[in-house]
């Protein structure tokens, strides 16, 4: 189970993802992002751990444009290989 918590620091809008991101998260992960108006940063600090389907949506949110920061080597590891 995930939780997402969005707030903005200054122009920026940071979704700080905590938790476990699996597929039936997903959704709620990919419509907050989409409900960011502005620069994107993931803070994935308090992200324990993510299935497949989760990789995906960070590599998607990424690919459009989204930071990445605080990953654990784990999930830098996860997010960095290839499927």
């Known amino acids: 189970m995930v939780r997402l918590n ?3 620091q200054g122009a920026t809008w940071v979704i ?4 476990q991101l699996g597929h039936d ?3 709620a992960f990919e419509e907050a992002c989409r409900a960011v108006m502005g620069p994107l940063c993931l803070d994935l600090a308090e992200l324990l751990g993510l299935d497949d389907h989760g990789v995906e949506a960070i590599r998607t949110a990424r690919a459009s444009g989204a930071t990445l920061s605080g990953a654990s080597p784990y999930i830098e590891l996860r997010l960095g290989a290839e499927p």
């Open 6 to 8: 969005t707030e903005k």
């Open 16 to 19: 700080r993802v905590c938790g």
């Open 25 to 27: 998260d997903v959704p």
